[in-house]
């Protein structure tokens, strides 16, 4: 880990540590849908898919922004997620349970960016950065969007589904 001794040197860390989760989560996600067996959960990762794509070239424009090489640093946080969802599509004995699972460990995710992107935009603002704080609330909203996608879901009947099971 490179000195973090000014808001700049965190800021540029927390980006690539974002920027490893992200990469990391477009490899998941397919994983994911694959394994849903609602249909409305399956095509909610696959929309998440296309956006996660697109938070990934915003934080490329970000590095570039900081005349940086947009380059990842390992993300404890997320590799720990991954593993978590990764334990319940090799345990889940029933898909309704699956189901309700694979949304907790992708609400788990969310949550995690909807930290990290809330951070970074105050983080821009004070740096200045206004251009950047603009493209990381943009991820913002859609994590946030993300995020209660997933509620509805859970709630229109997946989590009824697996207490049934």
Not at 59 to 86: N, Q, S, V, W, Y
Not at 124 to 130: C, D, S, V
Not at 153 to 159: F, L, Q
Request: charged letters at 35%.
């Amino acid at each position: 880990m490179s000195s973090m001794k000014t808001l700049e040197n965190l800021f540029e860390e927390t980006i690539r540590d974002i920027y490893y989760a992200e990469k990391k989560i477009t490899k998941e996600l397919p994983k994911m849908a694959k394994k849903a067996t609602s249909p409305e959960l399956k095509a909610g990762f696959e929309k998440h898919l296309k956006e996660t794509e697109g938070h990934v070239e915003r934080l490329e424009k970000i590095f570039a922004m900081m005349d940086k090489a947009p380059r990842g640093k390992t993300c404890p946080a997320i590799d720990g997620i991954a593993e978590e969802a990764k334990e319940i599509i090799e345990n889940a004995a029933d898909e309704n349970v699956l189901d309700a699972g694979l949304i907790a460990a992708a609400q788990a995710v969310e949550h995690y960016e909807i930290a990290r992107y809330g951070t970074l935009a105050c983080w821009a603002k004070e740096l200045g950065m206004n251009d950047a704080a603009k493209l990381l609330e943009a991820t913002l909203k859609e994590e946030k969007a993300t995020d209660m996608a997933l509620t509805r879901i859970a709630e229109s009947g997946v989590n009824d589904q697996a207490l049934a099971a």
